[in-house]
């Protein structure tokens, strides 16, 4: 007796006989002439060391012994079918996870819509995003620890590792409480907003510092009063309670302000736009992106409205 020889094709057969109850239907079924099939039941009732079925007059029943083969065969059946159908799944990019990571701006204008449009096709597909600054971005990212990011090439990492693609670049805006002494205004001037309470990233971040540069570019100094956070939600928190001002993406504030969420925060206008540099979609040249990281990736890109190219092609 040897059942851990038992293969596949013989469990089937056992499933096919029990089914149709005729060994002749049960080779139609798995397109088998009746002599492969007998024979192959033979070799089977060889492993297990007893008859699976009763030949009787109307037909063939599992014998005690046969019931129970059949009851586990029917399992291993069930997974296989299983195992055949997640790994379509994953080939296709269906199911499978995938982590990826970006900055503020994209992270909302991109990432959540594309998001969106992969789980309507495959809702258990396992996607997680981290939103954090350009330079961690890149680390993980080449650390292997993302399968893509949105987020600006830095000086310290070494652009011909990655696949790029040019997205966008952000605007900067000014946001502040709606009721704040400044709103009703048709435009501010940076040399009022000098004198205002602010709340701004840590330094170093671009929107930060394209603000900063804001200011220098008119020949003014950086604002006095600054309460310095990384904290988006301590940031809304800060401005639902006091004057101050915080420059965000452009994105942010369009979320925060507009419906549905309309969180009572407006943006307060200046003369002339404040813009961060560019970000791009970087994915390892070394590292293939799986088939539900492609499809993510795609579907981001497809926003962009332009094709992907590594980093020679700049």
Do not use: C
């Not at 070799?43 to 014998?63: D, N, Y």
């Not at 159908?85 to 204008?109: E, F, K, N, Q």
């Not at 510092?209 to 956070?229: H, M, R, Y």
């Amino acid at each position: 007796m040897s059942i851990r020889a038992l293969k596949p094709p013989q469990l089937r057969l056992i499933h096919e006989i029990a089914l149709h109850g005729q060994l002749q239907m049960a080779a139609e079924a798995l397109a088998m002439t009746q002599p492969a099939a007998s024979r192959m039941l033979a070799e089977a009732e060889r492993h297990v060391g007893a008859a699976l079925f009763l030949r009787q007059p109307k037909g063939m029943e599992p014998t005690e012994i046969g019931t129970a083969v059949l009851r586990r065969a029917r399992v291993i059946l069930r997974e296989m079918a299983s195992i055949e159908s997640d790994v379509r799944a994953l080939r296709g990019g269906y199911a499978g996870s995938v982590r990826v990571g970006a900055v503020t701006g994209p992270a909302i204008s991109y990432l959540v819509s594309a998001i969106r449009q992969i789980k309507e096709e495959s809702p258990g597909a396992d996607i997680t995003v981290d939103v954090m600054p350009s330079r961690d971005l890149l680390m993980q990212l080449s650390g292997g620890e993302m399968d893509f990011v949105l987020g600006r090439i830095l000086p310290e990492f070494d652009s011909d590792a990655f696949n790029i693609l040019p997205m966008s670049d952000e605007k900067v805006a000014l946001m502040a409480r709606a009721d704040h002494p400044l709103a009703r205004a048709r435009l501010v001037t940076l040399t009022e907003l000098a004198g205002q309470e602010w709340i701004m990233q840590q330094r170093g971040a671009p929107i930060r510092e394209a603000t900063l540069a804001a200011f220098a570019g008119v020949g003014l100094s950086e604002p006095d009063n600054i309460v310095n956070s990384p904290s988006l939600l301590l940031t809304i928190a800060y401005l639902a309670q006091t004057n101050a001002i915080t420059p965000v993406s452009q994105e942010v504030a369009e979320l925060l302000i507009r419906p549905p969420v309309g969180a009572g925060f407006t943006i307060i206008p200046t003369p002339q736009p404040i813009r961060v540099s560019p970000y791009f979609l970087l994915d390892l040249k070394r590292r293939p992106l799986s088939p539900l990281a492609k499809r993510l990736r795609d579907a981001v890109a497809q926003m962009s409205r332009s094709p992907i190219r590594n980093a020679d092609a700049r």
